[in-house]
């Protein structure tokens, strides 16, 4: 019975770990939203700023901080949006863009963190086909020269950090799926936290 309990007790441990990490991470598709709105309304602000320079150049039209913490569709989008319509439109238009693709990606978070594969695996895939265009929308100039380099720095640490995330968010899913096989027999997911250590201490 000791053997059994012990076992047990160790089952919950590592099942809860590895459960607390998911979580932790997988919400960062979440946050990756958050930080695509935060950067277009920083981006915004900074534009407006510049409207004052008689100057009809996009490196003086485009932020300075580049919108440098957006997905790489939201800049492409910002840059033909810049230099195609009225400023007031293009601002307006923006921040549309940037509040969707933010909820799409909360949306694919929430239900993430709840383990729900098809949104992990998806939103993680969406980012990864993002971090691949971003490398396009930078050698096609579509960011202004004056402002490629730091925003490139930028945009290239923010979408690394976020991968990292997603992939630690996969291992941690296969973990207690490989968990719940192990001392259970299962092979779902089961992101609920576990409260039995008193129970199996007393053999209950």
Excluded: C
Excluded at 14 to 43: C, D, E, M, P, Q
């Amino acid at each position: 019975m000791k053997r059994k309990a012990k076992r047990e007790i160790g089952y919950v441990a590592a099942h809860n770990r590895a459960v607390n990490l998911y979580k932790k991470t997988s919400t960062f598709l979440l946050w990756a939203g958050v930080l695509n709105v935060f950067s277009v309304i920083i981006g915004i602000i900074q534009m407006m700023a510049n409207s004052n320079l008689v100057v009809n150049e996009q490196a003086y039209n485009w932020p300075r901080s580049g919108f440098a913490l957006s997905f790489s569709l939201q800049i492409f989008l910002n840059s033909l949006l810049i230099n195609n319509l009225d400023k007031v439109l293009a601002d307006v238009l923006i921040i549309l863009i940037a509040l969707s693709l933010g909820a799409l990606f909360a949306f694919f978070g929430v239900f993430a963190s709840k383990g729900k594969l098809l949104f992990l695996v998806g939103g993680s895939v969406i980012y990864l086909l993002d971090f691949v265009a971003m490398f396009f929308v930078y050698n096609m100039f579509m960011v202004p020269e004056l402002r490629t380099w730091t925003n490139y720095a930028f945009t290239l640490a923010s979408h690394v950090v976020i991968l990292i995330a997603m992939t630690i968010a996969i291992a941690m899913y296969l973990t207690v799926i490989e968990i719940e096989k192990k001392y259970k027999g299962e092979s779902s997911l089961n992101v609920n936290e576990e409260n039995e250590v008193e129970e199996i201490a007393h053999g209950e």
